[in-house]
């Protein structure tokens, strides 16, 4: 089954768990040690991308397996085009344990719940 196929039915954006307020209410800022992950095409990640992200192709053909291979404890913040396909690697990464995990979104929604700037 494909990591589409996983968790399309997760879609939207859920609250960022992984950020914090900062205050003023309308910017939030990463916890550290958090990870930001891109789950969109590496095209489409050349073309915009927040700074600092690693990018994991969920339709890629490793991509369960380099989704399993992030630290089970670790803080994640996923994002791609729409949020589907960053809900796809949420739903996986949660069946695998991992419990500090959030959808953002879309890249312009991660950029702005996270503070993070768009990169080419």
């Known amino acids: 089954m494909s990591m589409l196929g996983i968790g399309l039915a997760l879609a939207g954006t859920v609250a960022l768990a992984a950020c914090a ?5 309308e910017t939030a800022t990463l916890e550290t040690g958090t990870v930001v992950i891109d789950v969109r095409t590496p095209a489409e990640f ?7 992200a690693l ?8 991509a369960t397996q380099q989704l399993a291979d992030l630290d089970p ?3 994640y913040v996923l994002y ?4 589907n396909r960053a809900g796809a690697a949420l739903d996986f990464l949660q069946a695998q344990g991992f419990d500090d995990v959030v959808n953002a979104g879309s890249v312009q929604e991660a950029a702005d719940e996270t503070g993070l700037a768009i990169v080419d």
């Open 80 to 83: 791609c085009r729409s949020g």
């Open 73 to 75: 404890d670790g803080s």
């Open 21 to 25: 307020p900062s205050g003023d209410g």
């Open 46 to 52: 050349a073309g915009g991308h927040l700074e600092g």
């Open 55 to 62: 990018n994991i192709d969920v339709q890629s053909p490793d």
